[in-house]
């Protein structure tokens, strides 16, 4: 069976840095796009960031470009999104997820999702 669990969150200060991991079990992560979305209270979960299956391929909302990175190490079954210079706004719970499709996109079916991990920007 397909899980994805997400770790990495918790409570910084704004300018501050986390970094997210998205650890794949009961599947091979290299098969699967992968995609960073976050839902904050009472919004609508967004796309933030997506990777290729090789990972040649990556994308970004323009609300992270510049501050987010994603990457992914398929020996280790994992994905990763580094989060630099973090705003309030960036406060939500962000998940991962898995699509069949090798390409980087955030709009396509994702098929896989995991539970999801808080993140909070607070001073």
């Known amino acids: 069976q397909l899980q994805l669990v997400e770790s990495g969150g918790g409570l910084v200060q704004p300018g501050g840095s986390l970094r997210l991991s998205c650890q794949a079990s009961?599947?091979?992560?290299?098969?699967?796009?992968i995609g960073w979305f976050r839902q904050a209270p009472g919004k609508e979960r967004e796309g933030v960031s997506c990777?290729?299956?090789?990972?040649?391929?990556?994308k970004y909302a323009d609300f992270v470009k510049g501050r987010f990175t994603i990457a992914r190490d398929n020996a280790k079954n994992t994905v990763y999104l580094q989060m630099n210079s973090l705003k309030f706004a960036d406060t939500a719970v962000y998940y991962c997820?898995?699509?069949?499709?090798?390409?980087?996109?955030?709009?396509?079916?994702?098929?896989?999702w995991g539970l999801g991990t808080q993140v909070t920007v607070s001073s």
């Open positions: 997820a898995a699509t069949r499709f090798q390409f980087c996109a955030l709009l396509v079916p994702y098929d896989s």
């Open positions: 009961g599947f091979a992560l290299e098969d699967y796009g």
């Open positions: 990777i290729s299956t090789s990972g040649g391929s990556r």
